[in-house]
């Protein structure tokens, strides 16, 4: 051991002596006992209110930013809802599918000349078939750009029900 762990092994020898000769208990002096009893006792009204911490300061922007946040998040929220469910974008349109779309405008303005109310009631499941037959041509335009003979059953068939509908209307009398 050298000398300066025996210094510090002497020094500690003493601290710890020290301390142990201290009281294991204080007491306040019987003075300090008395002070407290007697206020313990005095009547409620007479003690000193305990002040409260003041309250803080209410900051004004926190509600207005508050607000602000569930308004951009319901926006926010509102816009990827409606991407989620909307239908992907549709690829561009093959030039048959634009000359099917030419078609069927012609076709609906040739059709909203006529009056439909006047077509005579044993045309009309004829013609909502050939709607159908037409419906579906245009869905397998769509499937298969390609095939232009779709092209021409698709004027084939707006002409025939342009017809259909024209003599039901010359049947009962009515001018087209």
Do not use: C, K
Request: glycine fraction near 4%.
């Amino acid at each position: 051991m050298n000398r300066h762990d025996a210094d510090h092994e002497h020094e500690h020898d003493e601290l710890a002596a020290r301390l142990r000769q201290l009281p294991a208990e204080r007491l306040p002096p019987a003075t300090a006992w008395q002070g407290i009893a007697a206020r313990l006792r005095e009547e409620p009204r007479l003690r000193p209110a305990v002040v409260a911490a003041p309250a803080p300061r209410r900051r004004r922007w926190l509600p207005i930013a508050a607000t602000a946040a569930v308004a951009a998040l319901a926006l926010l929220g509102t816009g990827r809802w409606r991407e989620l469910h909307e239908q992907p974008p549709s690829p561009p349109e093959s030039p048959l599918e634009v000359q099917a779309d030419a078609l069927a405008d012609q076709y609906r303005q040739a059709i909203a000349a006529i009056p439909q109310d006047t077509v005579p009631a044993e045309l009309v499941p004829a013609l909502h078939e050939l709607d159908a037959s037409a419906a579906g041509i245009r869905s397998a335009i769509a499937q298969s750009p390609d095939a232009g003979f779709l092209l021409g059953q698709l004027r084939r068939t707006y002409a025939l029900r342009l017809e259909l509908t024209r003599q039901g209307l010359a049947a009962a009398g009515l001018a087209t």
